[in-house]
T-cell receptor, first 115, second 114 residues
Framework: DSGVTQTPKHLITATGQRVTLRCSPR?????VYWYQQSLDQGLQFLIQYYNGEERAKGNILERFSAQQFPDLHSELNLSSLELGDSALYFC??????????????FGPGTRLTVL | AQKITQTQPGMFVQEKEAVTLDCTYD???????LFWYKQPSSGEMIFLIYQGSYDEQNATEGRYSLNFQKARKSANLVISASQLGDSAMYFCAMSLYGNNRLAFGKGNQVVVIP
């Protein structure tokens, strides 16, 4: 158990809908990261928050947004869903913001299926 | 930008044998971190081992060791005394100093056979 929690574990929805994925980081970690894992794209970094502020952005679509709350939990919002958004979405957390020595610990993931 | 390459096809390894998973990386940065993660069929991503670009010694964590060859830009994972529970996908990843995002390779599939 990494200490990172994600809910829900599975999500099935229809095209055009909007969903929210939730993540709670390990105790003491200030950074939260979101990654998407799909068969064709592999594991891709989406976005990072550090202590409530957006820190870095990756290949995140404009239909997707995220935020980190004062209690450090984070939510990833996916809207106008398309079939291609079906993927495993991971949240990870780490203590620091920009230190390459900082290990990221991953949550169990949310498997999103768009029908 | 950093790039990670894992090109080995799926591997079968006998229980109790050692297995080496190849990983090469490409970056012009001098300060970076290299990581290996394990993803079993259940889907979670499990951190295994870390190697810093300035570390002079190869990292070890239990049965896992990292064969770091900086000049060749390779960071191979060695799993000793394989166990059935080692059957999984293994991902090599890299982060740069000042930019924590992990760039992942495509993974190596390992199947341990009794």
């Amino acid at each position: 158990d990494s200490g990172v929690t994600q809910t829900p574990k599975h999500l099935i929805t229809a095209t055009g809908q909007r969903v929210t994925l939730r993540c709670s980081p390990r105790s003491g970690d200030l950074s939260v990261y979101w990654y998407q894992q799909s068969l064709d794209q592999g594991l891709q970094f989406l976005i990072q928050y550090y202590n409530g502020e957006e820190r870095a952005k990756g290949n995140i679509l404009e239909r997707f947004s995220a935020q980190q709350f004062p209690d450090l939990h984070s939510e990833l919002n996916l809207s106008s869903l398309e079939l291609g958004d079906s993927a495993l979405y991971f949240c990870a957390s780490s203590r620091l913001a920009g230190d390459s020595t900082d290990t990221q610990y991953f949550g169990p993931g949310t498997r999103l299926t768009v029908l | 930008a950093q790039k990670i390459t894992q090109t080995q096809p799926g591997m079968f390894v006998q229980e109790k044998e050692a297995v080496t998973l190849d990983c090469t990386y490409d970056t012009s940065d001098q300060s970076y971190g290299l990581f290996w993660y394990k993803q079993p069929s259940s889907g979670e991503m499990i951190f295994l081992i870390y190697q810093g670009s300035y570390d002079e010694q190869n990292a070890t964590e239990g049965r896992y060791s990292l064969n770091f060859q900086k000049a060749r830009k390779s960071a191979n994972l060695v799993i000793s005394a394989s166990q059935l529970g080692d059957s999984a996908m293994y991902f090599c990843a890299m982060s740069l100093y000042g930019n924590n995002r992990l760039a992942f390779g495509k993974g190596n599939q390992v199947v341990v056979i009794p």
